[in-house]
């Protein structure tokens, strides 16, 4: 299929995406939506639950497989847009809508060159391809619950917004619950032992941790407090309880493991990771696809950001068009000339490692 054909219906899918509301874990009507784009290409595909896949024609069981994958679930428009997030407009080179840039343009620049691959012969890889849900909350209905129906897969590219340069390396991501304890007392009469205090104890040992190990890719891992508070509502009681929040993101050469047995050794406070899934990855500067993105000229670095990457037991590339600092902003938008060289540096990109 011609590229610039190509294009014009990738553009006319994600206007259509757009057109359709797909928070996470309420994907079904997009789901729906690209079913029958394939539906009305001949491409046969697949549906568990809000998670969309299919194989090129002459798949081949005893082949290596790549993957192309992005998702389709959107966070929720902030109150800042000035246009209807769900009506998508053309202007002056750009589309705006919610979910065009995260990770719209990616998902339809990835359905394109799938397209372009599903019907050739005598390729040396298999191409699968997988739009998956609940990407933006880490669900485990998203590419977790696809992957199973995949079949095999050597490597993979995961699409997400990165101005088309490649992405080798990702920070792990661990959100941890902390209750410091206490003992409730009369403020006025100094009773008790304020937990809000003991939380404060650890919060300073926290603010003030350093890593040894440091990323030439992603720098120093982190642990940050986001989120603190008491169950108090008097003022002249001492809290017997202070809860709070650490976000943790760990570089490719620490563990959760590490992390977690480091604040064991250092805090007061009882603590529990609500997830240990987010895991920091990366893809070797010398796998085939890092190298065939380096002689179309791509350059390489470590991403701050998680995305479905981590959560996929194979070597992947992120890479896709669009900025990821225009990701969950108001009047959200991508560049129609970012998905034209989406499309075309993907097919690049994949001729290189199956052809």
């Not at 009506?87 to 065009?100: A, M, R, W």
């Not at 410091?180 to 300073?204: Q, T």
């Not at 179309?296 to 701050?304: A, H, I, M, N, R």
Request: glycine letters at 8%.
């Amino acid at each position: 299929m011609d590229n610039s054909i190509l294009f014009q219906d990738a553009v006319a899918l994600l206007k259509e995406l757009i057109a359709t509301p797909s928070f996470s874990k309420e994907e079904n009507e997009t789901a729906e939506i690209i079913c029958a784009f394939f539906e009305k290409h001949g491409v046969t595909y697949k549906r568990v639950g809000n998670n969309v896949y299919a194989f090129n024609r002459h798949y081949d069981p005893a082949k290596p497989s790549v993957l192309l994958n992005s998702h389709h679930d959107t966070v929720k428009p902030n109150k800042g847009y000035t246009i209807d997030p769900f009506t998508p407009i053309e202007k002056e080179g750009k589309l705006f809508g919610l979910g065009s840039n995260d990770a719209g343009g990616c998902l339809v620049s990835l359905i394109a060159t799938f397209l372009y691959f599903v019907d050739k012969e005598n390729l040396s890889h298999n191409v699968v391809f997988a739009a998956s849900a609940e990407e933006e909350i880490s669900g485990v209905n998203g590419i977790e619950l696809v992957l199973p129906y995949l079949g095999h897969i050597d490597f993979g590219i995961v699409g997400e917004p990165t101005k088309l340069e490649m992405a080798v390396a990702e920070r792990g991501l661990m959100v941890i619950d902390c209750v410091a304890p206490g003992r409730a007392g009369h403020a006025a009469r100094n009773e008790g032992e304020n937990a809000l205090y003991n939380a404060l104890d650890d919060i300073n040992w926290i603010r003030n941790c350093t890593f040894d190990k440091v990323s030439d890719l992603l720098g120093p891992s982190r642990m940050t407090v986001t989120v603190i508070g008491t169950e108090n509502v008097q003022h002249n009681v001492v809290p017997s309880t202070c809860k709070f929040v650490i976000d943790v993101r760990v570089n490719e050469l620490y563990t959760f493991e590490e992390m977690l047995e480091m604040l064991r050794q250092n805090l007061k406070s009882s603590f529990k990771p609500r997830t240990t899934r987010m895991k920091s990855t990366s893809i070797a500067l010398d796998h085939p696809l890092v190298k065939a993105g380096l002689e179309l000229g791509k350059g390489y670095y470590g991403s701050p950001t998680t995305s479905d990457k981590a959560l996929m037991p194979f070597p992947t590339l992120k890479i896709g068009p669009g900025d990821s600092a225009r990701s969950h902003t108001a009047d959200e938008f991508i560049y129609l000339s970012e998905i034209e060289d989406g499309i075309n540096t993907y097919i690049q990109l994949v001729s290189k490692v199956v052809s």
